[in-house]
């Protein structure tokens, strides 16, 4: 019975990681240089953001 | 960063006909300046965002999140679906989207709970053939966003990730705060695209995404002396108000 649990927790987990790996995501350009060089050979327009990668000093987390 | 917008599949369809870039504020002096000139109104902010012409012209004035001008992801789809038909585009060429260093690829993938892959050259040409083989599946429709890309010498990546490294590809997961990652995949120089796209697609299912509570990742980084130094100094008025506090006193 707990092997069965186990296994069946083991492949929900699976299911959702795959899940979470197949999800659309913006694909960002991380430079300011880069970004505008495409854009203007694409002639894309531009989606800007910028942000801090880190929380009162720490890193991991904007 | 608000990213209750930016995950929205209209939203992420959307940005398909732009150019997304997403740069690290306080990372460079240099972006700084222009960041600085499109928030246009006092110091630079923690966060600015704006749409912009491809002559990179500001459609509006920098705003902190899309939440101060758009009531909704659908609101501001539609908006990015009016603003990308003004423009035709063409074709381009496919750079991999790199982080300026490796110290910071490991900061903003773990930000971003992504997997990092790092193109691993000694000398300038080396990288830059091995970041060509990289690019295009970068952008392709399968792994477009879902990883984060660094190009680095065998020595940066010897003092991050403490082992050596020939020149070549590894496929990491970053830890916790960004400072160090474990390598999954390592492949030399002469890896075929099967095998890129093959270690790209194990390690973007490697690991579960759970979401760590933002209150909790900076406690647990005070408590165990994680300390960021930011290229130049923080100037957003509410982030150097929290510094000046204690963390989390009532």
Partial sequence: MLARFIVLISLLMLCASEVKANQEK????????????????????????S??????GISGAW | MDRSF?????????????????AMTYESAEEAKILEKLWGHGKLQNTVFTIMSPEAKPLFRGRRTPHEL???PAQ?????????????????????PLVDSLRLGLNVAACDHLPVAIVVGSTDS?????EAKLAKLSWSDKFIGKLTYVSSTPKEVRKRLGKNYSNGFLFAM??????????????????TDGDLERAM???ITQRPQTSKSHHLHVMEGKRLGVNWQTAIPVTDPHALRARARRPFQR
Avoid: H
């Avoid at chain 1, 913006?26 to 953001?49: D, H, R, S, V």
């Avoid at chain 1, 942000?51 to 009162?56: G, N």
């Avoid at chain 2, 930016?6 to 997304?20: H, Y």
């Avoid at chain 2, 080396?126 to 091995?130: A, Y």
């Fill in chain 1, 26 to 49: 913006i694909g960002w350009i991380p430079t300011l240089k880069q970004g505008f060089e495409k854009a203007k050979e694409t002639n894309k327009p531009i989606f800007l953001l």
């Fill in chain 1, 51 to 56: 942000a801090a990668p880190q929380c009162l």
């Fill in chain 2, 6 to 22: 930016l995950s929205r599949p209209e939203v992420v369809k959307a940005s398909r006909d732009f150019i997304c870039i997403r």
């Fill in chain 2, 70 to 72: 758009f009531r909704s």
């Fill in chain 2, 76 to 96: 501001l789809a539609q908006y990015m679906y009016k603003v990308s038909r003004y423009y035709t585009s063409k074709s381009g060429s496919n750079e991999l």
């Fill in chain 2, 126 to 130: 080396q990288r830059k053939e091995l």
């Fill in chain 2, 174 to 191: 970053p830890d916790q705060f960004g400072t160090t990652a474990s390598v999954v995949t390592n492949l030399g120089s002469s890896a």
């Fill in chain 2, 201 to 203: 697609q194990k390690t």
